[in-house]
């Protein structure tokens, strides 16, 4: 039998509890419920990765007091509440403090929370048909309480041990070993991203409006782990009609998809559109220097077509042997982050010397275009007036212009640091295909200057005009 969901087992190992505590005490399952279930779901299904929208942050105070009501009644009307053991009370604790922080109760919810949940030892939650969540959860809201009451203060009163009580309480949850719904937990949660952020700048204070999120310099190899190969990615499924009854009955490939559909039906619509509020965008900060060659992941290959020809190609063959910047966009706002770093136009004076290094170089270094596109009109209308597109190009630079319409899923757009879609993104790849030099959004201070850096370094590497190529010739052949 095929292993279950964490939910699933969740709601199954719910209902035997109650079901072995009706036997026990001789009553009606009804009666052997303890704090309400309705309550659970709402904390369960309004974290930040499943349903941001809802939940008890999307309360009124009014519906916040019918919560905090019902969660009452199970203390003081339930008949059978005296004999609740740990586990229960801490879920009715725990439960209370998260509707008396969205009331902005702190004081009673750091108490709520103190009293049912912290004062007690992790043992004591584990245990067969026990609720093991409430520990490693209590600790985490425990977090966002010092970071909400945080961001309440005012700019000159701001006490910072707030920040850094917030740090601690996260590090331990993020610590934590493996218990039920782990999955469900919320400690990837922009609370979580900010907190870090902050404690990370001097003095841990915020630098300005956008201080929920400040991009971080790229500190780590990004892209894929094998080489790329022609027609790989190309979104066209190329499997017989065996492989493909093989996979429809094979259920271990069914959770999977199960999963990645999930993924994507949790992933807020607007999700991309509300984070270029921040730094328009820009998903980190690009690295000063270049990844080094032995720790460089490769960029992917990827199929579409060119304002060449219409027939589908490969980047690979493009990438291959020539230093290439590479410029991933998605609409006019991206293609325009992108120019910041790579345009020639006289609007970007800053980019001369970049250009004069292509215009000296034109057989070992070319700059590539991507154009991603997979809403099928948006992508028609593209085609349709693609010889706009043609016109100040020549016939190379038009080989190196693609319209892709798929193949850039989300397990590529990972690892490739591309975490917001409607974002501008610039590649350094070196002959070899590897992704040494990165860059989001808009163009930053030192940023330009670090690129250039890159591409004489890369120069330097190939050697004399034509002698890189000769060398390399065989490595991706």
Known sequence: MSKRL?????????????????????????????????????YFWSQWRLQPMHGFKRMQPAQLENSLAALVWS????????????????????????????????????????????SHGWPEFRGPLRDDWTCPSAHYEMAVLCWEEWRQQSQQSKD?????????????????????LDTRDARSSPSYNAATNHSSNTGGTPSGPNEEYTPQPLNRSIGLPDPPQEGENSGVDTRSWRQRRDDFLNWDKHLARRR????????????????LRHHKGKTFSAPSRLFRASR????????????????PADTTPILRDKISLVAIYSGTWAERQTQTFT????????????????????????????????????????????????????????????LIRRGLDEHIRDAMAMLNSKVGYVFLVDAEARIRWAASGLAEEGEREALERGVRRLLDEAGPEGQGERQLHGKLS
């Open 343 to 402: 345009s020639a136009s006289p609007s970007f004076p800053s980019n001369g010397p970049l250009h004069t290094l292509l215009a000296s170089h034109p057989t070992r270094l070319q700059k590539v275009e991507l154009n991603i596109e997979e809403n099928s009109f948006k992508a028609g209308l593209i085609t349709f007036f693609m010889s706009n597109l043609r016109r100040g190009r020549s016939t190379q630079e038009r080989a190196r212009y693609f």
């Open 6 to 42: 964490p939910f699933d087992t969740y709601v199954i190992r719910k209902v035997q509890k109650w079901q072995k505590r009706a036997e026990e005490w001789g009553v009606d399952l009804i009666d052997a419920v303890g704090v309400s279930p309705m309550e659970e779901m709402i």
């Open 296 to 311: 460089a992941l490769y960029f992917p290959n990827l199929q579409g077509r060119t304002l060449a020809s219409p027939d």
């Open 75 to 118: 203390e003081s009307s339930n008949p059978h509440w005296e004999r609740e053991g740990l586990d229960e009370q801490a879920i009715h604790g725990f439960l209370r403090a998260v509707v008396l922080r969205n009331l902005k109760r702190y004081d009673e919810a750091r108490q709520s929370l103190e009293t049912t949940v912290l």
């Open 260 to 275: 990645e559909l999930t993924q994507q039906v949790s992933r807020p619509y607007f999700r991309d559109w509300k984070m």
């Open 160 to 180: 910072e041990a707030l920040l850094t009580q917030c740090r601690e309480w996260l590090d331990k949850a993020a610590g934590w070993e493996a218990y039920e």
